[in-house]
């Protein structure tokens, strides 16, 4: 499946921006979707990941309570709510699926991670 993440831009610290991941050429409706990203200058991290059931996400303790995932099947994508805002989330942020759940372990299992959309965030 072919991923978009989209939505990201300048915003300042404490105020909410919501990222989508939107897919084209199949349904994402099976699919497990994770949310990454990477800072300057530092490792790409996970941040976020739902199953494709919509029953459970999972989170970095970093993100926890301010971001949250959902998913739109009718729309085919997955959006990722962030709150709150913090100088430190500044990055680029990837999304990644796969009919198999990795959550963070994503981060050593997908190779093609797209153009990612760049959040900045002011203080």
């Known amino acids: 499946v072919q991923l978009q993440a989209s939505g990201g831009g300048l915003v300042q610290a404490g105020g909410p921006l919501r990222l989508s991941c939107a897919a084209s050429g199949r349904s994402l409706s099976r699919y497990n979707v994770g949310w990454f990203r990477q800072a300057p200058g530092k490792e790409r991290e996970f941040v976020a990941a739902?199953?494709?059931?919509?029953?459970?996400?999972y989170y970095a303790d970093s993100v926890k309570g301010r971001f949250t995932l959902s998913r739109d099947n009718a729309k085919n994508t997955v959006y990722l709510q962030m709150n709150s805002l913090k100088p430190e989330d500044t990055a680029v942020y990837y999304c990644n699926a796969d009919l198999k759940f990795w959550g963070p372990r994503g981060l050593t299992t997908y190779r093609d991670w797209g153009q990612g959309t760049l959040v900045t965030v002011s203080s």
């Open positions: 739902v199953r494709w059931s919509g029953s459970r996400a």
